[in-house]
C-alpha cells in the first residue's frame, strides 16, 4: 500500500538552527500539507500546498517558515531560525484531491527536538 | 467551521462493538463529517466521511442522525490495536479550503 514517508524521524538541534524536514508525498497526489503537533496538544494545521505555490497557511506557519518541492517527489518544510516552541511532532499529509472531498494520508511524523 | 463536540475518552471491551459520539450542532447544509485516528503519537488515519446517508467500510460505519446534528462511529468488533484517539470533524464539501481543524477527539481504550 502506498505511503507517506519522512525523513528524519527525530532530528535534535540548538535554538537558532536551520532545520529542515522532508516528505516524499504518494506518487499520484497533487495536494500536500504540513501538520504539527506539540506534545500533548491538538494537531494543528501549517500550510497547504499545490501546483506549486501555497493554497493555505495558518498563524503558526510565519515567515520563519517555508516549503518547497524541490524535485518533483519530494515536499520539505524549512524552519529558519528555530525556537524552542517549535519542539513539535511534524506531519507531512498528501491528499490526491482537495482536504474537503478526499482523505489525508498522513506520514509517520518527524520530531523535532530544540535544546 | 462548524465545532463538534466529542467525549475526552471512552472505554471499550475487546470485541464489543466500540459507539463513538460527536454533536455537530451547528453543521450546514453542505459540510461533511469525516473520522480519523491517531494511535499513540503515530500520523493521523482516515477512517470514513459521509455527508447525510450511514456510510460503511472496511473500518467502520458511520451513522448520521437525520438533522445532521449529531453522528456515531462504530467500530464493529473493537480489538486492543483501536486504542487510539478518535477525531470527528465538520468541512465543506467546496474549494473554500482545505485543511482538516483537530480537536480533542475522543481517546477510545479498548480493555482486553
Known amino acids: 500500500e502506498p505511503e507517506v514517508t519522512q525523513t528524519p524521524s527525530h532530528q535534535v538541534t540548538q535554538m537558532g538552527q536551520e532545520v529542515i524536514l522532508r516528505c516524499v508525498p504518494i506518487?499520484?497526489?497533487?495536494?500536500f500539507y504540513w501538520y504539527r503537533q506539540i506534545l500533548g496538544q491538538k494537531v494543528e494545521f501549517l500550510v497547504s500546498f499545490y501546483n506549486n505555490e501555497i493554497s493555505e497557511k495558518s498563524e503558526i506557519f510565519d515567515d520563519q517558515f517555508s516549503v518547497e518541492r524541490p524535485d518533483g517527489s519530494n515536499f520539505t518544510l524549512k524552519i529558519r531560525s528555530t525556537k524552542l516552541e517549535d519542539s513539535a511532532m511534524y506531519f507531512c499529509?498528501?491528499?490526491?484531491?482537495?482536504?474537503?472531498?478526499?482523505?489525508?494520508?498522513f506520514g509517520e511524523g518527524s520530531r523535532l527536538t530544540v535544546l | 467551521d462548524a465545532k463538534t463536540t466529542q467525549p475526552p475518552s471512552m472505554d471499550c471491551a475487546e470485541g464489543r462493538a466500540a459507539n463513538l459520539p460527536c454533536n455537530h450542532s451547528t453543521i450546514s447544509g453542505n459540510e461533511y463529517v469525516y473520522w480519523y485516528r491517531q494511535i499513540h503519537s503515530q500520523g493521523p488515519q482516515y477512517i470514513i466521511h459521509?455527508?447525510?446517508n450511514n456510510e460503511t467500510n472496511e473500518m467502520a460505519s458511520l451513522i448520521i442522525t437525520e438533522d445532521r446534528k449529531s453522528s456515531t462511529l462504530i467500530l464493529p468488533h473493537a480489538t486492543l490495536r483501536d486504542t487510539a484517539v478518535y477525531y470527528c470533524?465538520?468541512?465543506?464539501?467546496?474549494?473554500?479550503?482545505?485543511?482538516?481543524?483537530f480537536g480533542g477527539g475522543t481517546r477510545l481504550m479498548v480493555k482486553p
Open positions: 470533524i465538520v468541512r465543506p464539501y467546496n474549494n473554500a479550503g482545505n485543511m482538516l481543524t
Open positions: 506518487s499520484n497526489h497533487l495536494y
Open positions: 499529509a498528501s491528499s490526491e484531491r482537495q482536504a474537503n472531498t478526499g482523505e489525508l494520508f
Open positions: 459521509g455527508l447525510k
